[in-house]
């Protein structure tokens, strides 16, 4: 029986276990995790621009630490759109 008879039925093991430790690599490694949007809407002195801008919404998320903002766009509303991306949360030594 030579060496690699022997190796041939753990093959699929190693393979396996190489697999798991690319997926764990991976995710440990993985800087951003989500995108998400949050709108700040237009004051227009109505009474819904005074309830919902989506100022104390995006204030909150950044003040986490967990997002950062990727781009701001402004849509065809007026409205602006704020791209925020939820990032792994540096660790302090």
């Known amino acids: 029986m030579s060496l690699l008879d022997s190796i041939e039925p753990l093959s699929p093991v190693i393979s396996i276990i190489s ?42 998320k950044l003040n986490t630490g967990h997002y950062t903002i990727l781009e701001v766009l402004e849509r065809a509303d007026g409205d602006w759109a704020v791209l925020l991306a939820r990032i792994k949360r540096p660790t302090r030594s």
């Open 19 to 60: 697999v798991v430790i690319a997926v764990i690599s991976w995710r440990k490694s993985r800087v951003i995790y989500e995108i998400e949007e949050v709108v700040i809407r237009k004051i227009n002195g109505t009474r819904d621009d005074r309830d919902g801008r989506g100022l104390p919404e995006l204030n909150q």
